[in-house]
């Protein structure tokens, strides 16, 4: 199940969410708009909703948490954009990587 959202997912969400990895969720978050795709078996998918939504495509960027460490983590293959100086799959700009989290624990504040 994938869920889009501008606000903070509740438990009952999470839960819904984690049915796809059990103890990890991929997300994919608007940095711009404060939009979290999430829940989705590949990030592109997250990626392709938001993109419907009008985001532009250099502020998506994916990555997901495991919900057992409370780890966040940085990587995905829609952040491969050497136009946006991101040669890798990890984010590599450090604000952004900063942005990323500081929303991934917004949206995820239930569980972190």
């Known amino acids: 199940m994938i869920l889009t959202k501008n606000e ?14 059990e ?11 404060k939009i979290c795709s999430a829940g989705m078996d590949r990030h592109f998918e997250g990626e392709q909703i938001l ?16 919900l057992e460490t409370k ?11 050497p136009r946006d100086n991101n040669t890798k799959n990890e984010i ?4 952004i990587r900063e942005r990323y989290q500081e929303l991934t624990t917004y949206f995820f504040q239930e569980v972190l």
Request: glycine letters at 6%; hydrophobic letters at 30%.
């Open 8 to 21: 903070p997912f509740t438990k009952k969400e999470i839960e819904q969410l984690k049915e796809q990895f």
């Open 23 to 33: 103890v990890y969720i991929k997300t994919v978050i608007d940095i711009e708009k």
């Open 51 to 66: 993109l419907k939504k009008d985001s532009k495509q250099s502020d998506i960027w994916g990555g997901g948490i495991d």
């Open 71 to 81: 780890e966040i983590d940085f990587n995905s293959f829609i952040n491969i954009r």
């Open 92 to 95: 590599q700009s450090e604000k």
